[in-house]
């Protein structure tokens, strides 16, 4: 059960010919490309199998044909029937579950590489009756949820995507499945909606830029003074300037230690590539900047970005950083692969 | 697939919560319970703890007892059953056992799979019941008992939906799958079991008549208000006296117990002359071959042969209900031909026993000019003789004819016949005995004729030159109310009569007619249907000589038909938009078809004053929907009549 498409562990041969013939398979399970907007799971995308427990039932069945016939038991036969009606009916009423369920995406906040993209899904019910216990699975990344969706109204569905690199991060193929309501069939349906999720570079903390840096790459001076307060020491992080080394402690210690200047939040500073360590990789340098960035939000001030053929002037706030995040998470970015466009 | 995360809605991975498993217990406790009163009370006893003890478990969120333990009761349990039955196999042990191992599951069910495997099993201990009654109320306790057991599986499916919710949608499934279940009984090509030897206690409980007849045993069957046959009459039935149902013809007489003779087929030759009757049989299993008509039966049932004797048998025991068609012949014209050995047969005696009774025969020989005149004496002997009717006879010793007649002088059927038979074949006239049922009760409800194991009677026939076999009820004779009235104004009233034939109940025997009625359609039309009525009602539509392949050809062709039209009412309730979204949907059609098209991103308002712009013509029409609608679809609530005035401003608008 543990596969998604567990059916094709079912059917060995198919599916291998499936894996060969990936257009077939499109065809057969009804992959579609990303779909925009809202998208309705029409009955000819939802597919109904018996699940193990409905094998299990019709076995039941069987005997109880069987005892009926033996014994000639009137009442058994109208039992049997019954449950066999029973059946019939829970396989139209599976199908019905999941059929016309109207599946929209929601917007999935930025979130840094290495953390989860959490996707919205929006499963609106759109029928005269609830729809009880719809599991959503994303395909690729397993993440599953199972919710009740209402009638009239929507269920909200959040699908943890593990965001690997920075860019922009395509949802992919997720999967309904539902077995209500007797258990015995298992209908599911496949759908790709067209959301992508904004993954910034993963952030690598370091000391923020001096002020000379300001000077050097002509930013506007600060006017706040007292800009180069020293208040301490902290462990030397491969970014920082070597201006800012405590030389002489570092002499004393043996260990590398940085200085640290107050009012640097006051500062309005420009986030330079050309002041990142040189040698560092594209990567290395956007996550630099990321955490450049982070630490100037936090800390108050007022930074601008600058990368070759892209410049931000400098500013602050939530819209500010998402901003200058985005700029990074794009630079240069690898084009979007979809998470799992082959079943 | 790089993440392997357990199927939250495999059954395997999700475990029992209580909810569940109290409905589970307790729709396994409904099917069970009729097995209470077959099964030994220990066991009664151990299957509610085994159920308990479950049920504790859940409560304490304790893990389940180990396995061990679990084998262990269950083999002191089949080893209980062993001692209680001697046996593990055959019906009543079997049915025990599977209650037993129902418990036992529970103990490990931790899982929603187990526990449906439990539902199952639940399912399939309610045809256990069925082999013991079928009647109504064991029907309507069973449809409880399936009912609540959909219900719980429906739980295991959505343990978090609320209880009414899923007691609708059970309602809602069982009722969309009574027509399949309809269809399919009637369609389903039957075939008439058994399919393998069945277990030998299968057919235990089936009362009836016997090969054989000693002083007793008769009586003893009369005290059972248990239903023998129904017999439902084309025109009106003969009158009670005349209602001779005749049963095995008992030839052989050791002193005490008469027997019948082996088998003697006869080609079959209507009796002629008479008046005739057209009757239906519905006769209750009674694990014997013979079959019951009104004397003289006039026609073959299917499938059926006759005697010698003129008794009817079924080809096989009757151990289903079975349903025939019978006509027969009150009073038909003398057939005077019989075989010479027969009428040897018909004279034989115990050497040696009940001396008096073949003196007196002796002396009524001796005084006789011919067979009628013996015949008329010995009928006189007994109307004279004071003897009387009762249920609770006094034993009787070696001469058993001879105690009866000149001694206790109080008996029931069995004797007067018995003694009558004796006295016959003494004088020397070829005589038998008949058992069978006299009279039925008529309900007022139906017209149908009821006869009980309480009706069972004996009379005797006698052989008389050139008028063959004559019927004599000796009962009658001495005791004329037992055959002109029936059996309970005969007896004395403080004897032991089942309640409901004691007279002064009268109002009980109404209510009772109007039960036995509905059980009488029921056991018709439900318990009753067969092959046989399947090809009938399958020739009622046209489908003549329908065999299994045709039947399953219509079956499936209309069980799809029945999915289809499912699917169909699935897709109709989920396609049709509400009245409002419709009203607007229509709108939006009207303008698009004037060239306005509403695009994806447009709201109403927006779309409705660019349409009103476009087309001035209709400007007020067009922003009067846009602001109804609006109203109704986002506004706090939607009015009835909100909602027909927009469709009616949206049927009126002309767009010109």
Redesign the interface.
Known sequence: ????LEVRRAHHMIGALLERRPRLANWIYGFTPPER?VVVLV?RRVYIVP???GW??GA?LA??L?????????????????????G???M??T??NL??IAVSAGRAEPVFAGEAAQFRLYLDG?????R??I?ARH??????M?V?VPGSGAAEVVLAVPAARRGWLPLGRAML???????LF?AWSYVEPDARCLVYPKPERSALPAQSAEAESGGLRSPTPGNDDFAGLRNYQPADSPRHVAWKAVARTDEMLTKQFTGEAAAELWLDWRLLPPGAGLERRLSLLAGWVLAAERGGARYGLRLPGVEIPPGRGDTHCGAVLQALALYHAPASSPASRAP | MTTVAAHPLAPEARSVGVRDLAWLIGSLLLVAAPHALRAPWWLTLLTLCLFAWRFRYSLNRAPLPARWLVIGVAALAMLGVWMEYRTLFGRGPGIILLVLFAGLKLLETRTHRDAAVAAFLGYFLIITNFLYTQSIPTAALMGAALFALTATLIGFSAPQRSLRANLRTTGLLLAHAAPAALVLFLLFPRVQGPLWGLPQDAYTGMTGLSESMSPGNLSSLAQSDAIAFRAEFEGGPPPHAQRYWRGPVLWDFDGRTWTVMPVLLKTFAPPQGGERYRYDILLEPHNRPWLFALESAASLPDRSRMTRDGQLLALAPVRARLRYEASSIVDPDADAQEDARLLLRGRRLPAGTNPRATALAAEWRAASASDSEVLARAIGFLREGRYTYTLEPPLLGVHTVDDFLFGTKEGFCEHFSSAFVFLMRAAGLPARVVTGYQGGELNSVDRIITVRQSDAHAWAEVFLAGRGWVRVDPTAAAVPGRVEMGLARAVPQTEGLSLMMREPLEWLRGARDRWEALAHRWNVWVLGYNPERQRDLMSLVGMRDADWRSLTATLFTVLGLMTLLLLAWSLGRLVRPDPVQRAWRAFCRKLAARGVERSLHEGPRDYASRAARALPASRRAILRIGVQYIRLRYGARASRPGMARLRRMVRELRLT
């Open positions: 059960m543990e596969d998604p907007g009955h699940a193990r427990l299990m039932f039941t005997l109880l069987v005892g009926s016939i033996n014994y000639a038991i009137a009442l058994g036969f109208a039992l049997t029937f019954l449950l066999a009606g029973l019939l009916a829970g139209v009423h199908a019905r059929a016309r759109r029928a005269a009756h609830d009880p216990a599991l395909i690729a990344s397993g993440s599953q199972v009740d499945e539902t077995r209500f309501p007797l258990g298992r």
